[in-house]
C-alpha cells in the first residue's frame, strides 16, 4: 500500500458554542484506497467532512495536504487542492439542470457569457466516464432525477475536476438495491483510478464490499483506523457502539464527559 | 415513439422533435412548471372581454400607446423585484425607493437647475444607494428582508415627504425628461427599431440554435426555434404598425403618431438583464441561491453579496420607475411611488410567473405580469367601474396567481418533477 498518506488529519478539535463535537481526530486518506470512515448516528462523522472541506473552521488541529500543512478556509480552497466532497443531503439546486448542477460555482466562460456548450462536453463526457449511458436530457432539472440519478449526478459533480480526494457521506442510503450497487462500483472506481475515496456509511456489507481501510469515530473521537482486511464484521460493530473491541480501540478510561449509567459495567 | 441520439461523451438522450418538444411543454405544465402561461392566457382573456365591451375606446391606437407609458413605472419596478423574489426575499420599499429617487431628479433639475444629465444618474445612484443598505441590513446583519423593507417603507415615505418639504409639489419643465414618458419615435424610427430587434433576436436565437448543433450537442427542434422568430416578429410588427397609425385626438391641431420612448427603454432593460440572469455567471448564482442556499455556499458562491446584489439591482430599477413617474406626471408628490404601486409591482412579477419561494422567474415574467395589471387597470376604467370594484378585482388576480404558484409547487413535489 502506499506509504505516505494524501491527506491526514490530526489533532482536530471542533466545538459548536459549548458542545465539543470532534476531540482530537486524526485520519490518514491514502491513494488508491477506499477509507470508510464510520460511526453511530450523531458520532461527529458529517462535521468531520465538513471541516475538511471549509464549511466549518476547526478549533484545533492541523490538515496535510500531500505532505504539505494546508488551511482550508471555505470550500473553494478545498476544490483547488482537489478535495471534493459529496454531502448527505446531496446539495444539488432542483431549479438548476445537470449541467448547471455539475458547474455550480465553477461554470466555464467566454468573456463574460457562460459557455454552455463546452460545459455540455464535459459533463456528457464525465457521465459517461460513470458508465452513464443514457439520460433523457443534460438538460433536465435535477428536480425531475430519481434518487440513484441524483446522487450520480453529485458524485460526476465532485470527479469533474481531476480532483484527488473524494469524500462521500452515506451516498447509499436512500437508494435501492440496484442502484446502490451501481453507485459502489463506481466508489471502487474512483479509487481504482488513483484517488483517495472517504465513504461514509453506515451499512458494514457497504463498507467490506468497497474498503481497504476503516476508521472507526466514537463520540466524536477516532476509536481506531484499521485496515479493512485485518478486522471482523462484529469487531467494527463493537469499534462504533462502544469505542473499543478488544485491544483495539480507545483505551478503557471514559472521555471526562461520558456518564456511563450501564449497570455493572464501571471500570 | 421516442427516438434517441448521441450527445457529449457518447451519451444517449432523447432525440427532440417538434412534436416531442410540444408534448413535453405540456408534461412541464401538468407538473406544476406553468411559467408565465397563465399571466399570456389571462391577458389573452382580458383583452378579449374589455375589447368586446369598450371596442372603441380599449381597442383604440391611442388607448394602446397609453398602455405602455401608464405601466412603465410598475414594469421596471417588477423587473427589480423578479431579483429580490428570486432569492425569496422581498422588497415592500421599492415604491417609495422609486418616489425619493424621482424627487431627487426633479429636485436637482428645478431648486438646483441642474441639467438632465446630471440628475438623472443622481437619481441612479441614490437607487443604488438605497439597495445597498437594504442589502446589507438583510444579508449581513440577518434581519428578514420583510421586516427592513417594511421599515424602509415607512421610512422613505417621510424622507419623500422631508424632500419636498412638507408635501409641495415639484413640476419639472425638463424637456428631455418629460420626453421619455411622454414622447414618441418618428414613425421612421418606429419601423428601424422593430426591425433591429426582430433582427437581433433572430441572430441571437439561430446563434446560439447552430452553436449547439455544430458541437454535436441535442438542439431544438429548428421548427420550434422558426415558429418563435416568426411569433415576436408578428407580435413586434402588428404593434408597430397600430403605434404607427394616427391617434391624435384632435388630427387637425397636432399629429401624434409613433412608438412611445418608454417602449425601447423598457425592451433595452428587458434585454439587458435577461442576459445577465440567463448567460451570465451572476446570473446562474441568482437562480443557485435562489434554489438552495446551502449548496450555493458549498459551491464556494459569495451568498452574501449576492444577497446585497439583488437589493440593488431592484433599488436601481425603482429607480427608472421614479424617473420615468416623474417623467410622465411633469411633476413629483408626496404620493409618487405611493398608494397601490409596489403592490401592483409585487403583483405583476408574481402574476407574470416569477415564484414566491424562489429560484423560479424571468425578467419577462415582470412585463407580462405588468401588462396583465395595466389591462385591468386601464379597462376596468373605461367600464367605469370605481376604484373600489378595481382593486378587489386586481386583488383576486394577485390570489389567483398566488394559488397558481402554491399548487404548482405541491403539484411539482408530489409528481417529482
Ligand atoms: N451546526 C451544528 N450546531 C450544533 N451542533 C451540531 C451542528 N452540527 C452537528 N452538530 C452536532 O454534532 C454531533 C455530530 O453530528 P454529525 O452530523 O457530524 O453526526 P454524523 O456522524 O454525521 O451522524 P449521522 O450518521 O446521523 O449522519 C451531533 O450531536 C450534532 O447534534
Ligand atoms: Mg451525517
Known amino acids: 500500500m502506499a506509504a505516505t498518506p494524501l491527506l491526514e488529519l490530526r489533532g482536530i478539535d471542533k466545538s459548536f458554542g459549548p458542545v465539543q463535537v470532534l476531540h482530537d481526530v486524526g485520519l490518514s486518506v491514502y491513494p488508491g484506497e477506499v477509507t470508510a470512515l464510520v460511526g453511530d448516528n450523531g458520532a461527529g462523522k458529517s462535521t468531520l467532512v465538513k471541516c475538511i ?201 471514559r472521555p471526562s464527559d461520558f456518564i456511563d449509567i450501564t449497570p455493572g459495567e464501571v471500570k | 415513439m421516442t427516438t434517441t441520439t448521441e450527445t457529449a461523451g457518447g451519451i444517449q438522450v432523447v432525440k427532440p422533435t417538434v412534436a416531442s418538444y410540444i408534448r413535453d411543454y405540456f408534461a412541464r405544465v401538468r407538473g406544476g412548471d406553468l411559467g408565465t402561461l397563465p399571466a399570456v392566457l389571462g391577458l389573452l382573456v382580458l383583452v378579449l372581454i374589455f375589447g368586446t365591451a369598450r371596442s372603441e375606446t380599449f381597442l383604440s391606437a391611442l388607448n394602446f400607446a397609453n398602455l405602455f407609458n401608464q405601466s412603465a413605472q410598475i414594469v421596471f419596478i417588477a423587473m427589480g423585484l423578479v431579483f429580490v423574489l428570486l432569492l425569496g426575499e422581498i422588497d415592500l420599499s421599492a415604491g417609495f425607493a422609486s418616489g425619493v429617487c424621482g424627487a431627487v431628479m426633479a429636485i436637482l433639475l428645478t431648486t438646483h437647475g441642474l441639467p438632465w444629465y446630471v440628475a438623472i444618474p443622481a437619481a441612479m445612484a441614490t437607487g443604488i444607494v438605497i439597495g445597498l443598505v437594504l442589502g446589507v441590513l ?42 421619455l414618458n411622454n414622447g414618441t419615435l418618428s414613425v421612421r424610427d418606429s419601423w428601424i427599431f422593430a426591425v433591429i430587434g426582430v433582427a437581433g433576436f433572430a441572430a441571437a436565437q439561430l446563434f446560439r440554435w447552430r452553436g449547439r448543433v455544430s458541437r454535436n450537442l441535442v438542439a431544438e427542434p429548428f421548427g420550434i426555434v422558426v415558429a418563435r422568430i416568426a411569433g415576436v416578429a408578428l407580435l413586434a410588427f402588428s404593434a408597430t404598425y397600430v403605434l404607427t397609425l394616427e391617434r391624435a385626438v384632435n388630427k387637425a391641431i397636432t399629429s401624434l403618431k409613433g412608438t412611445p420612448i418608454v417602449v425601447p427603454i423598457i425592451v433595452v432593460f428587458l434585454v439587458i438583464w435577461t442576459f445577465v440572469l440567463a448567460r451570465t455567471t451572476y446570473g446562474r448564482h441568482v437562480y443557485a441561491v435562489g434554489g438552495n442556499t446551502e449548496a450555493a455556499r458549498r459551491a464556494g458562491i459569495p451568498v452574501d453579496r449576492i444577497r446585497i446584489s439583488v437589493f440593488v439591482i431592484c433599488s436601481f430599477m425603482a429607480s427608472i420607475g421614479g424617473i420615468l413617474v416623474v417623467s410622465r406626471q411633469s411633476s413629483v408628490d408626496p404620493n409618487t411611488g405611493g398608494s397601490n404601486i409596489l403592490l401592483y409591482s409585487v403583483g405583476a412579477a408574481v402574476i407574470g410567473g416569477t415564484s414566491l419561494f424562489g429560484g423560479k422567474g424571468k425578467i419577462i415574467y415582470a412585463v407580462i405580469g405588468g401588462a396583465v395589471i395595466i389591462v385591468i387597470e386601464n379597462g376596468m376604467t373605461l367600464l367605469g367601474l370605481n376604484s373600489g370594484v378595481k382593486f378587489i378585482f386586481t386583488g383576486l388576480v394577485l390570489l389567483a396567481a398566488a394559488s397558481v404558484d402554491a399548487l404548482a409547487r405541491r403539484r411539482a413535489a408530489a409528481t417529482g418533477s
Open chain 2, 138 to 179: 438583510v444579508a449581513k446583519l440577518g434581519i428578514p428582508s420583510f421586516v427592513v423593507t417594511l421599515a424602509a417603507f415607512l421610512g422613505f415615505q417621510g424622507v419623500l415627504l422631508t424632500l419636498l418639504e412638507g408635501g409641495k409639489n415639484i413640476s419639472i419643465t425638463d424637456e428631455f425628461v418629460k420626453s
Open chain 1, 53 to 253: 472541506s471549509g464549511i466549518y473552521s476547526i478549533d484545533a488541529g492541523t490538515v496535510t495536504f500531500e505532505g504539505r500543512e494546508v488551511t482550508v478556509h471555505n470550500p473553494r480552497d478545498a476544490a483547488a487542492l482537489g478535495i471534493e466532497v459529496v454531502y448527505q443531503d446531496l446539495a444539488l439546486c432542483d431549479n438548476l439542470d445537470i449541467v448547471q448542477n455539475m458547474f455550480l460555482g465553477r461554470e466555464k466562460k467566454h468573456g463574460i457569457v457562460l459557455d454552455e456548450a463546452t460545459m455540455e462536453e464535459m459533463a456528457g463526457e464525465t457521465l459517461r466516464s460513470l458508465s452513464v449511458r443514457t439520460v433523457k436530457s443534460l438538460r433536465q432539472l435535477v428536480s425531475s432525477l430519481s434518487g440513484g440519478q441524483r446522487q450520480t449526478v453529485a458524485i460526476a459533480k465532485a470527479v469533474l475536476w481531476n480532483s484527488r480526494v473524494v469524500i462521500l457521506d452515506e451516498p447509499t442510503a436512500a437508494l435501492g438495491v440496484a442502484q446502490t450497487a451501481q453507485v459502489l462500483e463506481l466508489v471502487r472506481r474512483l479509487a481504482d483510478n488513483g484517488l483517495g475515496v472517504v465513504l461514509i456509511s453506515h451499512n458494514m456489507n457497504d463498507v467490506f464490499a468497497v474498503s481497504d481501510r476503516i476508521a472507526a469515530l466514537y463520540l466524536g473521537r477516532m476509536a481506531a483506523q484499521v485496515k479493512a482486511a485485518d478486522v471482523t464484521h462484529s469487531q467494527v460493530v463493537e469499534l462504533i457502539t462502544g469505542g473499543r473491541s478488544g485491544n483495539l480501540g480507545l483505551p478503557p478510561e
